[in-house]
């Protein structure tokens, strides 16, 4: 089956340290999403893509975190400098949205946990 | 507001019985899908089920089915015959609009909070 690939799968870092979370959709997808998972927030967008252009970054905190999409086959999230608050589990998620896929759903990673002290 | 409403943090059901874990969800688009995600322990996301709003069916796959109730908002997880197996998270989302109505703009999932369920032996 295709997957989504994150890497890493764990990251710890200290506090003001550049982290670098990257993701490979599946091959075809044309939207790539970055949702954030922390216990008291749920999940959040952080920021989508479809065919490499940015939509909506509009849930992450511009200051410090950007998302980019260098080619069809990653997706980076950086964080520079990361705080404390910043712990969570990033999820990477593709999918196909066009004419006629409305039911697809998206297919995540496994996430990165990312800790920072 | 909430777009999706999972009012149960928590649900307990026995091997081999049913289980229907709440989901509702507002919206005032016409055309949207409804959307079922178990995360085990491990982490990882699995994608369940889909419901389209204009489906009059109720959605099922295997063991799970979807009772979708569209005037109430309403589109509720049920799980059959449980497994232990089945303990994991699970999450209701939302996807609003259809591609010929949003287009480039289409695609974002909204969650809920999550319900986390437990199978007993």
């Known amino acids: 089956d295709a997957r989504v690939t994150q890497t890493p799968r764990h990251k710890v870092t200290e506090m003001g340290q550049e982290v670098t979370m990257r993701c490979q959709p599946i091959l075809g997808h044309n939207t790539v999403f970055w949702y954030r998972q922390t216990m008291m927030q749920g999940l959040e967008l952080l920021a989508y893509f479809r065919n490499r252009a940015p939509l909506d970054d509009s849930g992450m905190p511009k200051d410090r975190f950007s998302a980019e999409m260098p080619d069809a086959t990653l997706a980076t999230l950086k964080i520079q400098p990361s705080e404390p608050r910043d712990s969570a589990v990033y999820f990477c998620?593709?999918?196909?949205?066009?004419?006629?896929?409305?039911?697809?759903?998206?297919?995540f990673g496994n996430g990165t946990r990312l800790t920072v002290t | 507001a909430q777009k999706i409403t999972q009012t149960q943090p928590g649900m307990f059901v026995q091997e081999k019985e049913a289980v229907t874990l709440d989901c509702t969800y507002d919206t005032s688009d016409q055309s949207y899908g409804l959307f079922w995600y178990k995360q085990p322990s491990s982490g990882e996301m699995i994608f369940l089920i889909y419901?389209?709003?204009?489906?009059?069916q109720n959605a099922t796959e295997g063991r799970y089915s979807l009772n979708f109730q569209k005037a109430r908002k309403s589109a509720n997880l049920v799980i059959s015959a449980s497994q232990l197996g089945d303990s994991a998270m699970y999450f209701c989302a939302m996807r609003e609009g259809r591609f010929e109505d949003r287009g480039s703009t289409l695609g974002r999932l909204y969650f809920g909070r999550g319900t986390q369920l437990t199978v007993w032996p």
């Open positions: 419901q389209g709003s204009y489906d009059e």
């Open positions: 998620a593709s999918g196909l949205v066009n004419r006629g896929t409305d039911n697809s759903p998206l297919h």
